[in-house]
């Protein structure tokens, strides 16, 4: 493929952040307002597969509604959680506790001096997934993204296409020369119904959901030298210990 632009998903993607990262962040953040919940590790991969921080919320107070009655657990407390946990979780972040996954660091870097365009498209508020960025890669490899859509920046979350969709129309991009970096089926839904090519790195959460329809299917990109990437499927060839960028342009 002629390549022009990457777009990456940030959770389970550019760092590990689901089980120890953001369940910890939402538990610290209802304790502290006094609500009686607590995700449990297992608990919580099930509420992964709902994309968006309250739509999560709301979907797990409303399982509950003797215990979660909607005229005090609705938008307006959902919306206090959420800014706590943001607050708490770039705390995480700053303090180093999710760090970056193999092999997107020298991909990004690849991919900057071809001159490829980069983005990430995510569910996750800004303000966490820019701490991330800056935490794990740096200033400088912040400010080669072309732009970060974040959070509710479309209405219609993943797996529908529509947050690829508005980096694709803003940019005038060909979705044919577009690969998503992605870790969930919701993702690889959403970059498949956008007409663009997906790479998936399984994360804790996902390990286990079927990808059949993705481009390529790794443990994660890998690096020369360190960890080595698993390849589970896709195009990609089964030999390979660690994924480039020529390797994504085959696709």
Known sequence: M???????????VLAETERDGHRVAYNRAMKSLGIDAQWQADEYG??????GGKERLKYYFEKDRAKFPDDKFGTELIQKIYVEKTAIFK????????PPR????????????????????????RESVEALLKKNYGEQVFSWFTELF??????KKKPAPDIYLLAKNK??????CCCVIEDSRNGLLAAKAAGMRCLITKSYYTRH?????????????????????LICGGRLRKDLTYISLEDIRGF
């Open 150 to 155: 974040c959070g509710d920046v479309v209405a």
């Open 2 to 12: 002629n390549l022009r632009a990457l777009l990456f998903d940030c959770d389970g």
């Open 102 to 125: 193999p092999g997107i660091a020298r991909i990004v870097e690849e991919a900057h001096g071809a001159g490829i365009l980069l983005f990430v498209c995510s569910t996750s508020h």
């Open 209 to 229: 959901e079927d990808f059949s329809e993705a481009d390529g299917v790794a443990s994660s990109l890998g690096d020369p030298g360190g960890e080595e990437a």
């Open 46 to 51: 099930e509420l992964v597969l709902i994309s």
């Open 91 to 98: 705390e995480m972040v700053n303090r180093g506790d999710m």
């Open 171 to 176: 940019y005038g991009l060909d979705p044919a």
